[in-house]
């Protein structure tokens, strides 16, 4: 079982910046970052492969948002620039084994509100 607890979000105004954390209780293997705002499904927004740093990300982010690792840690870190409107939602860690599709472990969220 992992444990996440995420931190970091909070109120800014569009073009402004800020980061995410994700701390977990121990080393998963594959993590990412979703969002979901009220109404709508919970999305995908960036993935890592803990083991080489390898990343994707939606079309959405790509260019604006990076998503990395502190192996040391075993924290994760969402940082988002340029921010818009549009990425006012509550955001999300999850983890999974790779070999697994599906993300099974999950944090608590933390809002992100862009004015």
């Known amino acids: 079982h992992v444990q996440l607890v995420e931190s970091g979000g909070g109120s800014v105004q569009a073009g402004g910046s800020l980061r995410l954390s994700c701390e977990a209780s121990?080393?998963?293997?594959?993590m990412a970052w979703f969002r979901q705002v009220p109404g709508k499904e919970r999305e995908v927004i960036a993935t890592?492969?803990?083991?080489?740093?390898?990343?994707i990300y939606v079309d959405s982010v790509r260019g604006r948002f990076t998503i990395s690792q502190d192996n040391a840690a075993n924290t994760l870190y969402l940082q988002m620039n340029t921010l818009k409107r549009e990425d006012t939602a509550m955001h999300y860690c999850a983890a999974r084994p790779c070999w697994q599709g599906t993300y099974v472990y999950w944090g608590e969220g933390t809002q992100v509100t862009v004015s």
């Open positions: 121990r080393q998963s293997y594959c």
């Open positions: 890592i492969r803990v083991i080489d740093g390898y990343a």
